[in-house]
Every structure is written in C-alpha cells, then in structure tokens.
C-alpha cells in the first residue's frame, strides 16, 4: 500500500519564526489533506490540496502530485501553532481509505 | 451545524464488555469513516461507509463491528473489549461526491481494563 513519510518528526521553535513541513507520499494520489492536532487533541483542518498551493493567513501549502511530495509553510509562528501536524492521503485510484503519516510534533516557545 | 459529533468523550470498560460509539454529521455527507489514534503515532482507518447500507473495512477492523442505516449517523461498536483498544477514536465524514475532505468529530478516549 501507499506509505506517507513526515519529516521532521520534531521540531522546537522560537515564536516568531518560520518552518516547513514535508510530507512525501509513495504513490500516487487524489486527494491530500494537512491536519493541526492541538495540545487537546482536536484535529483541525488546514488544507484540502491534492495539488497547487494554497494559502490561509500565515499558513500555506504547495504540493507538487508529479513528485509526490507536498509542503506546509508555517510563518511568524505562534505558541498557538503548537501540536502534531498530519499529512493523510487517499490509497490511491479508486480507494476511499485515507492513510495518514505519523505526523510532524512542533513546539514553539514563547 | 454541529458538525461532526461523537459520544461519549470518555468511556471506560473491562475486558470482554461491549459498547457502541456514537458518531453523528449534519453536512448531509456521504462518506463517513472511523479511525484510532494510539500513543505517538498518526490514525489508523477501522472501517468506513460511502453511504448509507455500505460499508467496507480499513486498515484495522478486527474487533470491531459497524453500520450504516442513515446518512447522518455510522456507530461504531465494540463486541468483546480488550485492553489492546484501548485508544482515541475519532469519527470523520466528507461530501464525496467531488473530493474526500474530511471533518473530524472530537474523539472519545477509550481504556480497557
């Protein structure tokens, strides 16, 4: 089955900077969604993109479908972007099972 | 709307002891799907339905049993519980029609004792 890889598995930040987060999938896919688990375990979504890029407020997110990869930028972080951040994909042509990746765990530090 | 809602937010059992979870949307979506979250890692898909009387299974589904008779609500049940269940499960849905975006609900944090 498809895999979908996450990198880094960690990352501490000072409030105020920027990161990027990778997600490479092995297949490929039709669908790509990037999730924010807060601190108290809700799962928020923060884009639908299978491909282009898309941007809201100081997040954005690119995915390039030819390459298998797809990126999330965050900017000026904040302590409230604190959390695990997933990247979840379809299974490929014709499935409806998402498979998610195990996740970038970011911390930002005031 | 209410969106996706799930009940109960906490739950725990003993071992051998069955129970349903409760997963509601309002959205009208077709597509409605269980998953399990364990310590440290991403979810895991249990079983799923694209609508109402179908459904299929994911990654995970020993153990566990569902049902889809209306639109609006996929319960999830627990036959025989063991402490291996032990988890976060979390119910989402989607319009699927055109595309698979998913809504979670707010989980329910099972133990198994």
């Known amino acids: 089955g498809i895999q979908v890889e996450q990198s880094p598995p960690d990352l501490i930040l000072q409030e105020g900077a920027n990161s990027t987060l990778r997600c490479n999938f092995s297949?490929?896919?039709?669908?790509l969604q990037w999730f924010h688990q807060n601190p108290w375990g809700q799962l928020i979504n923060l884009f639908y993109i299978p491909s282009g890029t898309k941007q809201n407020g100081r997040l954005s997110a690119t995915t390039v479908a030819t390459e298998r990869y797809s990126l999330l930028y965050i900017s000026s972080s904040q302590t409230t972007d604190s959390g695990v951040y997933f990247c979840a994909v379809d299974g490929g042509s014709g499935t409806y099972k998402y498979i998610f990746g195990t996740g970038t765990r970011l911390k930002v530090l005031a | 709307n209410a969106g996706v809602t799930q009940t109960p937010k906490f739950q725990v059992l003993k071992t051998g002891q069955s129970m349903t979870l409760q997963c509601a949307q309002d959205?009208?979506?077709?597509?409605m799907s269980w998953y399990r979250q364990d310590p440290g890692m991403g979810l895991r898909l249990i079983h799923y339905s694209v609508g109402a009387g179908i459904t299929d299974q994911g990654e995970v589904p020993n153990g566990y049993n569902v049902s889809r008779s209306t639109t609006e609500d996929f319960p999830l049940r627990l036959l025989s519980a063991a402490p291996s269940q032990t988890s976060v499960y979390f119910c989402?849905?989607?319009?699927?029609?055109?595309?698979?975006?998913?809504?979670f609900g707010p989980g329910t944090r099972l133990t198994v004792t």
């Open positions: 989402a849905s989607s319009y699927s029609r055109q595309t698979y975006e998913q809504y």
């Open positions: 959205m009208n979506h077709e597509y």
């Open positions: 297949d490929s896919v039709n669908n």
